[in-house]
């Protein structure tokens, strides 16, 4: 482990924050804590507020209501400078006159640290981030990998209470940002420090976060760790965000411990937990589903709809289905590859789940069309 860089992690309290501009609400009474030593992403779409937010902590950005902590001091009219926050950015913003070396030195200078001090830190940064021995080259003779990692190194080099990054890998190749995602859980892991990550890219954050916060609309939608996003989705807005899925809508019953629905001609059922919906979303995650050419070819006691084959593709460990539902819109099956079936687009098939799969959720985009 890095020892000058590795330190006790912080505590951040985000309390009923609001961001107004003149003629729009950026972040929305958000409220969120983040706990020393996580790793929390704010992931959502683009104008969803999630970059606002990291701006009203880093201090870059005044609020117009609520209140921000770290580790119990109010921070929000203290100046960014004084926060003791590193901060990293999607285009790096390294000097191009300075050596690697004078980059990461930087910010050690602004706090007058002595200059044999320096040195220590600076090697131990480089170490961290895997690039010892390039402390003597200049930010154009690197790659945009080790550009980034410079930056991160400068960011962390003054011990911060917590490191916020605002998409840094936006500007990279996939190959060269899924490295990267990795060498970035590595450093939080060795420093133990608060990471605060912004993205718009739902993998990224289920690889890199133990938290997620999805925003939409300048409003937290859900927070919880990639697996409760990702399998307990609490809105549809956040189940379609998490990844690929299969959505079946229709006006639900409830029936003792039960829900059903008529969705065209089929009957769905499954398990209430909790608050049946009036108008239901049934949500179905691509691994969840089966497709197969006949009813027949069904397990017994599986909940079938009959389907469309769209698209077959070869995914090289197995097959992605795009299939037409009933009532028009798209499902999404994977499967194993010793499943393959043969069908090809134009196919008529059925696609089954077991009643005790999927999420049943109020169905927002009709409850906001009525």
Request: a neutral charge; zero cysteines; proline letters at 6%.
């Amino acid at each position: 482990m890095s020892s000058q860089l590795a330190g006790a992690g912080t505590r951040i309290d985000i309390q009923n924050v609001t961001k107004r501009y003149a003629k729009s609400v950026a972040v929305d009474d958000v409220s969120l804590t983040v706990e020393p030593g996580e790793f929390i992403t704010l992931l959502g779409p683009s104008g969803s507020g999630k970059t606002t937010t990291l701006n009203l902590v880093a201090g870059f950005t005044d609020l117009t209501s609520g209140s921000i902590e770290i580790d119990g001091q109010r921070v929000d009219n203290v100046p960014a400078h004084k926060r003791g926050l590193g901060v990293v950015f999607q285009h790096y913003a390294l000097f191009p006159h300075m050596t690697v070396a004078e980059n990461i030195a930087f910010p050690l200078q602004q706090r007058r640290t002595p200059k044999a001090e320096q040195k220590t830190l600076i090697e131990d940064a480089l170490r961290t981030v895997g690039l010892s021995g390039y402390g003597d080259r200049y930010p154009r003779q690197l790659s945009g990998g080790q550009q980034q990692r410079v930056a991160f190194a400068r960011a962390m080099v003054f011990s911060p209470r917590a490191l916020l990054m605002d998409e840094p890998l936006g500007a990279l190749d996939k190959n060269l940002r899924e490295k990267l995602q990795l060498e970035i859980k590595r450093i939080h892991q060795e420093v133990g420090r608060t990471f605060v990550f912004v993205t718009h890219d739902q993998e990224e954050a289920l690889i890199l976060s133990d938290r997620i916060a999805i925003f939409n609309n300048g409003r937290i939608e859900q927070v919880g760790t990639s697996a409760e996003l990702y399998e307990r989705p609490a809105s549809l807005f956040v189940a379609r965000f998490m990844g690929e899925s299969t959505v079946f809508r229709a006006p639900v019953e409830a029936a003792g411990p039960d829900w059903s629905m008529d969705f065209h001609g089929t009957r769905l059922r499954g398990p209430a937990a909790g608050q049946v919906p009036g108008r239901g979303a049934l949500v179905l995650r691509p691994e969840q589903l089966r497709v197969a050419p006949r009813a027949g070819d069904a397990p017994g006691g599986a909940v079938k709809v009959p389907v469309k084959v769209v698209q077959n593709i070869y995914l090289g460990s197995g097959h992605k289905y795009e299939l037409r539902l009933p009532d028009g819109s798209t499902g999404i099956v994977r499967t194993p590859l010793a499943e393959s079936n043969g069908l090809r687009p134009g196919d008529d098939a059925v696609v089954y789940w077991s009643d005790r799969d999927g999420v049943l959720l109020e169905d927002s985009d009709l409850v906001s069309t009525t």
